[in-house]
């Protein structure tokens, strides 16, 4: 395929966990383990886009390329629209947006969500999704859920349980027992430049306010986003210490010898 770039957002901010992409792990911040699986994802480059000096200073360290970006942006979507302006990048460009938090996202999905938009030239945004394999993965609201169309177009994204199985839930909401075909979105997108820029020039929508889904304004604005089954089930990402515990034991098998 034709090349295509990585931007990886470190956002400082986080109410849970400020300063999460310096969070070490194994002996690394946890960005550097995020940009050393996107570094083996066949990437012609992956940037670092961070508003702090100190994230920046880390990347440095263990080689990263690193762009400063604004504070106030509201997504990573924002933030990777200044870096690819900022570098001059193709409007048919393509860029991952790959979340500093995913310190386990295999280098295969990053690939993977890049050539979705080799393999389809109509379309504006590409992504993943997996099969839900829960009732409670249906019904929790943080796990969002996407309904797509024949040729793989989404058709929407929702915290809701859709699509909603109504003869499963003969006693109303509660008594749901239904949730075969539905499919839980992988928070992975990659972007042509020109749609990147279209998107953070929109600003939010009514519908993305109210799912809070960033996704919903290209949707709104009719763009394309193309789903594809993720080529394998990512691991959860980092949201809490619990979390990072977690990950930082898994981690450690990682580690180079010596």
Same mark, same amino acid.
């Given at each position: 395929?034709? =090349?295509?770039?990585?931007?990886?957002?470190?956002?400082?901010?986080?109410?849970?966990?400020?300063?999460?992409?310096?969070?070490?792990?194994?002996?690394?911040?946890?960005?550097?383990?995020?940009?050393?699986?996107?570094? !083996?994802?066949?990437?012609?480059?992956?940037?670092?886009? +961070?508003?702090?000096?100190?994230?920046?200073?880390?990347?440095?360290?263990?080689?990263?390329?690193?762009?400063? +970006?604004?504070?106030?942006?509201?997504?990573?979507?924002?933030?990777?629209?200044?870096?690819?302006?900022?570098?001059?990048?193709?409007?048919?460009? *393509?860029? %991952?947006? $790959?979340?500093?938090?995913?310190?386990?996202?295999?280098?295969a999905l990053v690939r993977q969500v890049a050539e979705l938009?080799?393999?389809?030239?109509?379309?504006? *945004?590409?992504?993943?999704?997996?099969? $839900?394999? +829960?009732?409670?993965?249906?019904?929790?609201?943080?796990? $969002?859920?996407? %309904?797509?169309?024949?040729?793989?177009?989404?058709?929407?994204?929702?915290?809701?349980?859709?699509?909603?199985?109504?003869?499963?839930?003969?006693?109303? @909401?509660?008594?749901?027992?239904?949730?075969?075909?539905?499919?839980?979105?992988?928070?992975?997108?990659?972007?042509? %430049?020109?749609?990147? !820029?279209?998107?953070?020039?929109? =600003?939010?929508?009514? +519908?993305?306010?109210?799912?809070?889904?960033?996704?919903?304004?290209?949707?709104?604005?009719?763009?394309?986003?193309?789903?594809?089954?993720?080529?394998?089930? @990512?691991?959860? =990402?980092?949201?809490?210490?619990?979390?990072?515990?977690?990950?930082?034991?898994?981690?450690?098998?990682?580690?180079?010898?010596?």
């Open positions: 395929m034709s =090349g295509f770039r990585v931007v990886i957002p470190a956002r400082y901010a986080s109410q849970r966990l400020p300063g999460k992409p310096l969070l070490s792990m194994a002996g690394r911040p946890m960005v550097q383990w995020v940009w050393e699986g996107a570094s !083996r994802s066949g990437a012609d480059e992956v940037l670092v886009a +961070t508003d702090h000096d100190d994230i920046a200073t880390a990347c440095r360290r263990f080689g990263a390329e690193v762009c400063l +970006t604004d504070q106030d942006h509201a997504s990573g979507t924002d933030r990777i629209a200044e870096v690819a302006a900022r570098c001059d990048w193709a409007d048919d460009d *393509i860029v %991952v947006n $790959v979340q500093g938090d995913e310190p386990l996202l295999p280098p938009l080799q393999l389809h030239p109509d379309a504006d *945004i590409g992504t993943l999704a997996t099969p $839900v394999r +829960t009732l409670g993965e249906y019904l929790d609201p943080n796990v $969002v859920k996407v %309904v797509s169309r024949a040729d793989g177009a989404a058709m929407y994204f929702s915290r809701a349980p859709i699509p909603w199985h109504r003869d499963g839930a003969p006693h109303g @909401p509660a008594s749901q027992q239904g949730y075969a075909g539905a499919m839980r979105h992988v928070g992975l997108y990659s972007y042509r %430049v020109a749609s990147l !820029r279209r998107l953070a020039e929109a =600003g939010p929508c009514a +519908t993305e306010k109210v799912e809070r889904l960033e996704q919903l304004r290209a949707l709104w604005l009719g763009m394309r986003i193309q789903v594809d089954g993720a080529l394998e089930v @990512p691991p959860a =990402g980092v949201d809490t210490a619990e979390d990072a515990a977690r990950v930082s034991r898994l981690l450690v098998d990682r580690v180079p010898a010596g």
